[in-house]
């Protein structure tokens, strides 16, 4: 028996001693019942503690564990700026043996850590206002004066009172990602230059061109005309007609050149106005035919009740020219070539160009809108062009803020088919009553 067991029964003898003479049994009785029931309290609550403090230090332990061995760093701060713990990740991403060294190496992290030391300051003037930063970014000096990124996380922790008492988050090393990023910037950058330089340099060009061929297509137009008198030998007058053809075929693709330049840096304006659905399909007929020479007979199915069109009528109809003039090379006699028309239940107009030609496979579809492709890419292929009548198309469809849908199948036909939505329909605006007063 211990003394303290010892001394507790004499005290409790002593105890009973002194109320035997003051207090009835029954009174006794009472207070041992209320003793009892103290001291069975007290051990309750001892052995509570004692398994809360051995759960507290098991937790305590596997914190500790995961403080060690994680791949992140992890720091505790103070707000003046010096480490008050950091894990060995963190050591090692810093250049340092072991987190003691770190401990004890700053003792101004501003100054000390950060390349820009007001970078340390942003990081408090956010804590204060947010108690939290997320994904913050700095490039920092390691122990050997080389540099890296870093991207911090953290919360603050404060006392009862409100007040800061330390910073603890982590830190992750992303100089190889923040790199690749800058250079996934830098080439866009490049990218975009270069595009630009690239639609100067044709704009430029195709002006240049443009000067002396517009000369070669009026004074062969001209000789042909025998404005000035007959040619003597007739046969001339055919080389004359193919020169002129072959103008008018070189001025129709420096035109598409121009369009594209045009298009990619976004200088082609809409010429909206109120028109109708029958006079574009028309125009568009007419210059397909001057763009291929075919008069073959082409099905215009545009019904009168259409709407009237908020477009511009130029662009619209050069898109449809362009659909119809492949539709025509793409199509060999006897082949059908059809174009029409309708409105959709949402109040949407649709054109579309059909044809029962030689058709392309779904892989050619997505080659055939980008600029200077063409299904066939053969030198020996059998149909002329420069493989830009689609990608301008969908270019203008897309500006108008609609869609250019294709549909076809090699040795069946192709139908491309012009979406443009309710917004391209003609607004009357109401009549208002002038009020003077």
Same mark, same amino acid.
């Given at each position: !028996?211990?003394a303290?067991?010892?001394?507790?029964?004499?005290?409790?003898?002593l105890?009973f001693?002194?109320a035997g003479?003051?207090?009835?049994?029954?009174?006794?009785?009472?207070?041992?019942?209320?003793?009892?029931?103290?001291?069975?309290?007290?051990?309750?609550?001892?052995?509570?503690?004692?398994?809360?403090d051995?759960?507290?230090?098991?937790?305590?332990?596997?914190?500790?564990?995961?403080?060690?061995?994680?791949?992140?760093?992890?720091?505790?701060?103070?707000?003046?700026?010096?480490?008050?713990?950091?894990?060995?990740?963190?050591?090692?991403?810093?250049?340092?043996?072991?987190?003691?060294e770190?401990?004890?190496?700053f003792?101004?992290?501003?100054?000390?850590?950060?390349?820009?030391?007001?970078?340390?300051?942003?990081?408090?003037?956010i !804590?204060?206002a947010?108690?939290?930063?997320?994904?913050?970014?700095?490039?920092?000096?390691?122990?050997?004066?080389?540099?890296?990124?870093?991207?911090?996380?953290a919360?603050?922790?404060?006392?009862?009172?409100?007040?800061?008492?330390?910073?603890?988050?982590?830190?992750?090393?992303?100089?190889?990602?923040?790199?690749?990023e800058?250079?996934?910037?830098?080439?866009?950058?490049?990218?975009?230059?270069?595009?630009?330089?690239?639609?100067?340099?044709?704009?430029m060009?195709?002006?240049?061109?443009?000067?002396?061929?517009?000369?070669?297509i009026?004074?062969?137009? !001209?000789?042909?005309?025998?404005?000035?008198?007959?040619?003597?030998?007739?046969?001339?007058?055919?080389?004359?007609?193919?020169?002129?053809?072959?103008?008018?075929?070189?001025?129709?693709?420096i035109?598409?050149?121009?369009?594209?330049?045009?298009l990619?840096?976004n200088?082609?304006i809409?010429?909206?106005?109120?028109?109708?659905?029958?006079?574009?399909?028309?125009?568009?007929?007419?210059?397909?035919?001057?763009?291929?020479?075919?008069?073959?007979?082409?099905?215009l199915?545009?019904?009168?009740?259409?709407?009237?069109?908020?477009?511009d009528?130029?662009?619209?109809?050069?898109v449809?020219?362009?659909?119809?003039?492949?539709?025509?090379?793409?199509t060999?006699?006897?082949?059908?070539?059809?174009?029409?028309?309708?409105?959709?239940?949402?109040?949407?107009?649709?054109?579309?160009?059909?044809?029962?030609?030689?058709? !392309?496979?779904?892989?050619?579809?997505?080659?055939?809108?980008?600029?200077?492709?063409q299904?066939?890419?053969?030198?020996?292929?059998?149909?002329e062009?420069?493989?830009?009548?689609?990608?301008?198309?969908?270019?203008?469809?897309?500006?108008?803020?609609?869609?250019?849908?294709?549909?076809?199948?090699?040795?069946?036909?192709?139908?491309?088919?012009?979406?443009?939505?309710?917004?391209?329909?003609?607004?009357?605006?109401?009549?208002?009553?002038?009020?003077?007063?």
């Amino acid at each position: !028996m211990s003394a303290g067991t010892c001394w507790a029964f004499f005290a409790l003898g002593l105890t009973f001693g002194v109320a035997g003479r003051v207090m009835s049994l029954r009174e006794i009785a009472t207070g041992v019942v209320i003793l009892a029931a103290i001291g069975a309290s007290v051990i309750f609550l001892r052995r509570l503690a004692e398994r809360s403090d051995q759960t507290l230090l098991a937790g305590d332990f596997s914190f500790r564990g995961f403080f060690e061995t994680a791949i992140e760093g992890i720091f505790r701060t103070t707000p003046d700026g010096r480490y008050l713990d950091v894990n060995p990740a963190l050591a090692r991403i810093y250049g340092y043996e072991n987190p003691d060294e770190m401990k004890a190496a700053f003792t101004n992290i501003a100054a000390q850590l950060y390349v820009d030391p007001s970078r340390r300051d942003e990081f408090k003037a956010i !804590m204060a206002a947010d108690d939290e930063v997320s994904g913050f970014i700095s490039e920092i000096r390691r122990r050997d004066g080389s540099t890296i990124w870093i991207s911090e996380n953290a919360r603050a922790v404060r006392d009862w009172r409100g007040e800061i008492v330390c910073y603890q988050g982590t830190v992750e090393d992303v100089t190889q990602k923040f790199a690749a990023e800058r250079a996934i910037k830098k080439g866009l950058k490049r990218a975009e230059q270069a595009n630009r330089t690239k639609n100067a340099f044709l704009a430029m060009m195709s002006h240049e061109l443009k000067t002396p061929l517009n000369a070669i297509i009026g004074f062969s137009e !001209m000789i042909s005309g025998e404005m000035l008198g007959p040619i003597g030998n007739r046969a001339y007058l055919n080389y004359i007609h193919d020169i002129h053809a072959s103008g008018n075929r070189l001025l129709a693709i420096i035109n598409d050149v121009l369009d594209v330049a045009r298009l990619e840096g976004n200088a082609i304006i809409l010429n909206r106005c109120e028109c109708c659905a029958q006079e574009i399909a028309e125009a568009a007929l007419r210059r397909a035919r001057v763009q291929t020479g075919d008069r073959r007979p082409v099905e215009l199915e545009i019904p009168n009740r259409l709407p009237t069109l908020n477009v511009d009528k130029t662009r619209l109809a050069q898109v449809l020219a362009n659909l119809l003039a492949n539709s025509l090379k793409f199509t060999p006699p006897p082949g059908a070539v059809t174009l029409r028309a309708w409105q959709t239940p949402a109040g949407a107009v649709h054109f579309a160009v059909s044809d029962s030609g030689i058709g !392309m496979s779904e892989d050619s579809i997505a080659m055939v809108l980008q600029p200077f492709q063409q299904a066939d890419a053969s030198l020996a292929r059998r149909f002329e062009g420069a493989g830009l009548g689609l990608p301008i198309a969908h270019a203008l469809t897309k500006l108008h803020g609609g869609a250019l849908v294709i549909a076809s199948s090699e040795g069946k036909g192709t139908t491309v088919t012009v979406e443009l939505p309710a917004a391209c329909l003609w607004q009357e605006l109401p009549e208002t009553e002038a009020v003077y007063g």
